[in-house]
């Protein structure tokens, strides 16, 4: 079983974040562990405080599990100051982490900034350059690139701009976009288009979450990253099909393992 560490913070309601993320390795078969960046309080309607946790910390945990465990995978998410930042990029360099997906977590679909606007320039300049996948939605990639997209030939500009950046690929996810949800990846030659009808539901808490673990879980089995970034956006197509009306605001993706055998995709995800 491979081992697949998430960096990230701690969403109360499980959702998103670090509960997310162990949720979706599970479901892929592998051993989740968890770098905790920053505990917020959170639930479906929104995200009221939040609390980072020091560099030392995050440091400390880092060198807990690559002194003693193998990991295979390594997932980014939430990350809010520019300490936090430097902390992980400069760990994951000293530990030669591989297989990094690096998802840039700016503001959360309720509004609140779980990035600090001022992290912006070190997060380009330390973490992008580690990715193998970085992975940002539409929002983020504009804040990233500093242009408007909103189609696909934008997009792709976006996903060279960001390669150019030093990530070794570059997935802009659609899930922002007014008709399907169609993601674009760029491996530095070829552009890759990931197709999904648009599923109506407002139960989309932790998409981004879920697909960047998934990612990462499929590269530590030792998939492409054409074929883990498929399998993975199969995955999240189905968690949110089945997406759950929990709460009263926007509810989580479904990771129970049954739903991926009766969708047919359990072949994919299981070895
Ligand atoms: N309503 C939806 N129907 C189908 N797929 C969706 C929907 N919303 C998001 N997705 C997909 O979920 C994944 C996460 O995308 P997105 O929601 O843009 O990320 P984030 O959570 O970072 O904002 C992408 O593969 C996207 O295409
Ligand atoms: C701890 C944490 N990490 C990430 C997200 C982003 O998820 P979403 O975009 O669905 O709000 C979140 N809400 N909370």
């Given at each position: 079983m491979k081992h697949v560490l998430t960096i990230a913070g701690s969403d109360t309601c499980g959702g998103a974040g670090i509960q997310a993320d162990l949720k979706t390795f599970s479901a892929h078969g592998t051993y989740g562990m968890s770098v905790i960046t920053a505990v917020t309080v959170q639930n479906t309607q929104g995200v009221f405080g939040c609390q980072d946790i020091s560099p030392e910390i995050i440091r400390g945990q880092i060198d807990a599990i690559y002194s003693d465990i193998k990991v295979s995978g390594v997932k980014i998410g939430m990350v809010s100051q520019i300490e936090t930042i430097h902390a992980i990029a400069d760990k994951l360099e000293e530990h030669h982490a591989t297989n990094i997906v690096v998802d840039?977590?700016?503001?959360?679909?309720?509004?609140?900034?779980?990035?600090?606007?001022?992290a912006k320039d070190t997060l380009i300049r330390r973490l992008i350059p580690l990715a193998y996948v970085v992975t940002p939605n539409l929002p983020e990639a504009e804040v990233i690139t500093g242009m408007k997209i909103n189609d696909l030939s934008s997009m792709e500009e976006a996903a060279r701009k960001i390669f150019a950046m030093g990530a070794k690929n570059v997935l802009i996810k659609g899930?922002?976009?007014?008709?399907?949800a169609t993601d674009l990846l760029f491996d530095g030659e070829k552009i890759i288009t990931l197709h999904s009808d648009r599923i109506?539901?407002?139960?989309?808490?932790g998409t981004g979450c879920t697909l960047s673990s998934a990612i990462a879980a499929n590269l530590a089995k030792g998939k492409s990253v054409e074929e883990a970034v498929c399998i993975a956006k199969a995955y999240i197509t189905v968690a949110i099909e089945h997406s759950l009306s929990i709460g009263k605001g926007v509810g989580p993706t479904n990771h129970f393992y049954e739903l991926y055998n009766k969708a047919g995709i359990w072949e994919e995800i299981k070895d």
């Open positions: 840039p977590v700016m503001i959360s679909k309720s509004g609140f900034d779980l990035m600090q606007p001022d899930g922002h976009l007014e008709d399907d109506a539901t407002k139960n989309t808490h």
